[in-house]
């Protein structure tokens, strides 16, 4: 049954995400930072280089109006600068400050015991490793293999920094 299949993987994810998020919003709390989300997404989708409004509105596929608030919060915070573009005057490239790249490797080093972390570590690395291999198969019939795999390497190069 391809169509049950389908809805019980839907609920799995969302009952995944629901959790995850609350997960990572608590552990933002704890950490002092407040931060959100979306926010988090953003600076997220900037460690791999300047992108404009409009060009993380399309990664992000969300509307440019709804980035906005959150770019300008970031960039109240000091976590984002915006830049002016030498070759085009009204376009605003962003990009991480150091302050934001250490914010950012202080999450991903609270994620590491995060909830998912530590239920990934009671599964054992056998169907961690099969659980992920399943999901990289998946998420690369839906957005295609070549763009997961650029994500893929943006995502270990980063880990690999650290």
Do not use: F
């Not at 809805?7 to 950490?31: H, P």
């Not at 000091?78 to 830049?83: F, S, W």
């Amino acid at each position: 049954m391809p169509n049950r299949s389908a809805a019980e993987i839907k609920i799995l994810i969302s009952i995944l995400l629901k959790y995850s998020q609350r997960d990572m919003e608590n552990n933002l709390a704890k950490m002092g930072l407040e931060i959100s989300p979306l926010s988090l997404d953003v600076l997220h989708c900037l460690v791999s280089g300047e992108k404009t409004i409009k060009q993380l509105s399309e990664k992000m596929n969300l509307a440019a109006p709804t980035l906005v608030p959150v770019v300008d919060g970031l960039e109240n915070k000091k976590l984002i600068k915006r830049q002016a573009d030498k070759n085009d005057r009204r376009c605003l490239p962003l990009s991480l400050t150091k302050t934001g790249k250490r914010v950012l490797e202080k999450i991903s080093a609270n994620s590491q015991s995060g909830l998912i972390a530590r239920r990934l570590k009671e599964m054992g690395p056998e169907k961690t490793k099969k659980l992920t291999n399943v999901l990289y198969q998946l998420v690369s019939k839906i957005i295609g293999r070549q763009e997961l795999d650029l994500i893929w390497k943006k995502v270990h190069g980063y880990w690999d920094e650290k």
